[in-house]
């Protein structure tokens, strides 16, 4: 059966190539950048009401998704995450309005990186493949593993190996690959690129294949849905690879090209640790792309232990179209943000959303924030999947 995508070609946002969206692509072969995929919109479409939706799952979007047959879409069920609205932690800093949670940590395997393995190994399914590869920080192995199992396909899986056991663990017991090296994310790729000559395995590291950005784009659907399209004036992102920001934006666009809001005034702030905030850098210097950051420290939050996000430059163009900015906070503020927050809330969220939590604190401190502005984060993983970094 048909889903109805409306999926109509990739393009490249850098030099403008556009490419078929019926072969399989992971980047842009004119200047090697990251591709997105581009839909048949129209300022026409019906904007779905949020009770009247049947919030089974990120895939109640598959008209805008990318893949054409539902015979291919391999889904847990994730998505359809809840916003909590946080009074006691917001008034804790000085704030007069409640903080907006998106709470992704509910998700499949216990993150927002879900949304993304469904997508692409949904697409890739479609298109033939039969074995993924992917360098991980941790959270994207667990989700490619549970995703490549559900397909019946082969997934090999690259970590750190300061990567907390319990990521390792989730991918082995689903039959994946794990091969764990001393370094980053970033030698973890090195690594695989040269198991891969071998191999020809599909590669869906962050941004090198064009559809993770689709799934974690329906964060964005989510959101505005969920808020009777009222977008948030900001949204907090704990941005390492970057993603889950890139798609939220990108969400935004389409929902705006098909009519169902106006104008998008939500600032996307992009949020990382102070011993690894290439982005942060590039931002303050003005520049148009990040250099390496040799030597990161280490850090409980190891989704932001990123030395070069490939897609850097789209990024810092989400930065600069939203007007917003990027921010970076030390381990220190993560952990006591991740403390107070469970004091306050009852919530265990994980050391890339406490990140958001103390750079929302900061901004506020440097008079960032408005008061009268809706602020929101997103709160991208199981806090309980981290607790042998976070008290080693």
């Known amino acids: 059966m048909n889903t109805g995508s409306k999926l109509s070609h990739l393009a490249c946002l850098s030099c403008g190539g556009e490419y078929d969206a019926h072969i399989l692509i992971n980047y842009c072969l004119h200047c090697s950048q990251p591709l997105v995929a581009r839909y048949n919109l129209n300022n026409h479409e019906k904007r779905p009401v949020w009770s009247e939706m049947p919030r089974t799952g990120m895939w109640d979007w598959k008209v805008y998704l990318p893949v054409f047959k539902t015979e291919n879409i391999f889904s847990l069920g994730e998505g359809m995450t809840e916003v909590r609205p946080l009074s006691g932690w917001a008034k804790s800093i000085g704030l007069s309005r409640p903080v907006l949670m998106k709470d992704e940590s509910t998700n499949p395997t216990g993150s927002f990186k879900a949304r ?42 690259f970590m750190p190996k300061q990567t907390p056991k319990m990521f390792s663990f989730d991918v082995a017991l689903m039959d994946a690959e794990v091969y764990t090296v001393e370094g980053t994310i970033r030698d973890a790729g090195l690594l695989m690129a040269e198991k891969n000559k071998e191999w020809g395995a599909w590669d869906v590291s962050t941004l090198k294949e064009p559809y993770r950005l689709e799934g974690k784009k329906t964060m964005g659907y989510e959101l505005a849905a969920q808020l009777n399209y009222k977008l948030p004036d900001v949204i907090f992102y704990p941005t390492g690879g970057g993603t889950g920001l890139i798609g939220i934006w990108k969400a935004f666009k389409e929902m705006q090209e098909m009519g169902w809001i106006d104008e998008i005034t939500t600032r996307m702030v992009a949020v990382q640790i102070e011993g690894c905030a290439p982005i942060v850098k590039a931002w303050q210097n003005g520049a148009e792309s990040s250099e390496v950051w040799d030597q990161p420290d280490e850090t409980a939050a190891n989704g932001l232990r990123v030395p070069k996000a490939f897609g850097d430059k789209l990024i810092l163009t989400t930065l600069k179209e939203s007007q917003g900015f990027a921010i970076s906070v030390s381990e220190l503020e993560m952990r006591s943000a991740l403390k107070a927050f469970a004091v306050k809330e009852g919530h265990f969220v994980s050391p890339e959303g406490a990140a958001c939590l103390a750079a929302i604190k900061k901004s506020k401190a440097e008079g960032k924030l408005d008061e009268s502005w809706d602020i929101a984060f997103i709160q991208t993983g199981n806090g309980y999947k981290y607790a042998e970094n976070l008290w080693a």
Do not use: D, I, Q
Request: net charge positive.
């Open 116 to 157: 993304g393995m469904s997508a692409a190994v949904s697409k890739a399914v479609e298109l033939g493949v039969t074995h993924f590869c992917t360098p991980t920080a941790g959270n994207a192995g667990s989700a490619l593993a549970a995703y490549a199992a559900l397909a019946g396909t082969r997934a090999s899986v």
